[in-house]
């Protein structure tokens, strides 16, 4: 609250009378003193009412979230699919094949995508496939309400199509972590003496892999599966708005510029929440991972 302007000061490219502006403002009870409102608003959202918006008129934060949450949803749960089937693949080919050309491979790509950012990757994978080659289209989300069951969108047939280019954007970034990751830790798990115990038993290198080597070195992995979460729904922002996605982050950024307070806190207390959420269940996976820790 504290930068210059308000909700209120243009409608358009037009300036709104200093009357008007009152008027609004009164409405909205942003004269009375910021303790004031920020009491009004814990009471409201104790209710589960997250307020109007200043700016679509006669619609609430409520209802904006109800739509835009399930296309997030999608969004940010494809990346993370596509992260983690690409990079525990490419992290364990790399251990297991160390110092090889596969090795060097995967740990060069994973440099790389490291290296990169969604900004950066979004506007060339739509200049390839969207511009030159034609294949795919550049903007707009596949599936649009009505939600499936209240919480989905429904799956069309154009769906795919329209979700390639942002989930590779998103999920190719973040699968370069965890692949890095995951070659490491299975590097030292399979010089455990454990392990070279199972292999003196006769055991079959690929049980010795599946059964007692992977399922230990999978729990960084899991560790970190909180933080990137959160890298995924704050890489949304960014990712909704270059591909003209009707999604959260779209209308966090459009808010911010237009000063609709009501729905920059929504957005901010529901991805907060989303957060925490996924914090606790790799807490929960981890214990479950890892048989030394008990869940209390």
Known sequence: RQI????FDFAGDKSLPASVVANLEAKYHLNDPLPVQFADYLLDLVQGDLGPSFRYRGRTVNDIIGESLPVSFQLGLM????????GIPAGIIAALKQNTV?????????ILGVSLNSIVLAPVLIWIFAVNLKVLPAARWGAQPPFFLGILPPINSTFFE????????????SSAGIARL??????????EDYIRTARAKGLKERAVVIRHALKNSLIPVVTILGPLFAAVLTGTFVIEQIFGIPGMGRHFIQ???NRDYPIVMGTTLVYGLAIVVANLGVDLVYAWLDPRIRLE
């Open 4 to 7: 210059p302007g308000g909700p």
């Open 79 to 86: 990346a993370l699919g596509l992260a983690m089937l690409i």
């Open 102 to 110: 596969y090795d060097y491979t995967a740990t060069g790509v994973a």
């Open 162 to 173: 329209h979700a390639i280019l942002p989930v590779i954007a998103l999920g190719l970034v």
């Open 182 to 191: 995951t070659r490491a830790s299975l590097l030292q798990v399979i010089r």
């Open 255 to 257: 808010s911010v510029g």
